[in-house]
């Protein structure tokens, strides 16, 4: 926004200051001089001793002579002390808001490892300065983890790219191979590609909270999820098992159901390689409603338990799985979770396998 020039916070600072300290010496010469008009008399007689003669002169008169002019000599002094002094405490004061505004416009150049950090005891400009820091920091992991995801999201597009064109040229160097198996191959690649391009859009749909809010009963979600994955859990041993409470929402039916769909998906993928389980329940709370998606399998840590919601994170096994998906299952998850004012909780089982828990705020 463009603004016409004007003084600076230092100079209203050092004005305000002189003429405060201004008003004040006025206010105290004015008391002074009342006090003076009150118990000066106006007029005295003057006796010369050992005279006879006296006469009589004009005290007030002849005070306002001399107190005038020391008045105002009184009132320079204190506007000069006013502006000197002004101008240091207030760029003292200020100094503070320079260290803030330099790292602003280091900001803004692009420049986010920079940190204020600035010292001494907690008051505003500190507070400002620590949330400011905070801020850079999460605009710094924000940004490079949009960086990572870009690369990722490049580098995962580009393989199945490089595959249908490494499949195009042996078909075009070999008239004699089977095209039947090319086509076949190619359909593959080309359908893991609409994948990955569709879970973009909806990562990206979901980050900026670009739909209509409307009532959603999360046990809903949870059971048609758990009915149009029962063919895959059936292909690969696992049992389904839902139930609960209803579970009033606010949100994307769309996304929600996509949010559950995922975790489901996920809970049946990543199981024992046979009798596996997984659970799926909806609870409420006084301010909350709960969906919880469980299941067996391997032993996890927190460590890598912390890693899964980051995209494209992906373990050995996950690739190599005809259902392991674009890497992006859980990622969406929590981006829907946080477009809907949610928390996800992922934490890994003391007898093998996860739980992930997302907690929505309650329809009231």
Known sequence: MDRAPGLSVRAKLTLSYAGFLMLAGALLLAAVWVFLLRYVPERALIVSAGTPTHGVFPVRSNLLRVFAPRAAEVLAFLLAFGLLGGWILAGRMLAPLTRITDATRLATNGTLSHRIRLPGRKDEFRELADAFDAMLARLEAHVDEQKRFAANASHELRTPLAISKALLDVARTDPDRDTGDVIDRLHTVNARAID??????????????????????????????????????????????????????TGS????????????????????????TVWVTTSVRPETVVLTVENTGEKLTPQQVSTFTEPFRRGTERVHTDHAGVGLGLAIVRTITHAHDGTLTLTPRATGGLRATVELPRKQ
């Open 196 to 249: 990955l391009t569709e879970a973009l859009l909806l990562l990206s749909r979901a980050e900026q909270r670009s739909f209509t809010r409307e009532p959603v009963d999360l046990s809903l979600m949870a059971e048609e999820a758990a009915e149009t994955l029962l063919p895959l859990a059936e292909k690969h041993g696992v049992r389904v098992e839902t139930g609960g409470d209803i579970a009033p929402a």
């Open 253 to 276: 039916q769309a996304l929600l159901l996509q949010l559950t769909t995922n975790l489901v998906h996920n809970a049946i993928v990543h199981n024992l390689p046979e009798q596996g």
